[in-house]
């Protein structure tokens, strides 16, 4: 019930057209929903993240869309760039619960390659 | 500049001999906590800590120790390293652990032969 399924493991888009990348989960007490974004050689960095208050959020070409019922939650990647090419991982925590049920549960990540 | 720093940076040695790869943070966060990154099965926490002298275990702890007598140290300890601990790790802080960005060092790449 802790896990974050994420899909697909690898992602090949051209420049200028929508990656998109899909998490479920299962644990209803989840709510916040972050995305961290991975260069090579580099630590995870926050991308974007969403509380479930809300369907969707956006911020420049990175939006999240948020379906509370569904249990999913989804990154949008508009007009994408080379620049973009990373590795994406989704995450959930939950703030109902201290210790270790209050940390970050990642996703298994998604390789995105974004072809010129 | 804020940062989390970890070192060393890339280490290889040999099953059985200790080591202890250091994370500082200077944000003066609370939370702290260390993964470990394989091809294929993402992030997974090996311990964390809530604040100084409070640890507690992540998914895979098995085979590590950690301590926190600073607010800005947390080493990761490997008393006798095996090479299924080859891995990327990453150090991780935040100011809290429940719905706040997580600040990740740069990773250690280990490799135990």
């Known amino acids: 019930q802790q896990q974050v399924k994420q899909s697909p493991q690898s992602l090949i888009v051209q420049k200028g057209g929508i990656s998109i990348i899909n998490c479920a989960y299962e644990n209803t007490a989840f709510d916040y929903f972050p995305w961290y974004q991975q260069f090579p050689g580099k630590g995870p960095a926050l991308l974007i993240a969403i509380r479930p208050d809300v369907s969707e959020k956006k911020e420049g070409r990175f939006t999240i869309s948020f379906n509370k019922s569904a249990k999913q939650f989804s990154l949008h990647i508009m007009d994408s760039q080379p620049g973009d090419s990373a590795t994406y991982f989704c995450a959930a925590s939950s703030s109902l619960y201290g210790g270790s049920q209050g940390n970050l549960i990642f996703g298994k990540g998604t390789k995105l390659s974004v072809k010129p | 500049e804020a940062q989390v720093t970890q070192n060393p940076r890339y280490l290889i040695t040999v099953t059985g001999k200790k080591l202890t790869v250091t994370c500082s943070q200077n944000m003066n966060h609370e939370y702290m906590s260390w993964y470990r990154q394989d091809p294929g099965l993402g992030l997974r926490q090996i311990y964390y800590?809530?604040?100084?002298?409070?640890?507690d275990k992540g998914d895979v702890p098995e085979g590590y120790k950690v301590s926190r007598k600073e607010k800005r140290n947390f080493p990761l300890i490997l008393e006798s390293p095996s090479p299924n601990q080859t891995s990327l790790y990453f150090c991780?802080?935040?100011?809290?652990?429940?719905?706040?960005?997580?600040?990740f060092g740069p990773g250690t790449r280990l490799t135990v032969l």
């Open positions: 991780a802080s935040s100011p809290r652990s429940l719905g706040n960005e997580q600040f």
């Open positions: 800590s809530m604040n100084v002298e409070v640890t």
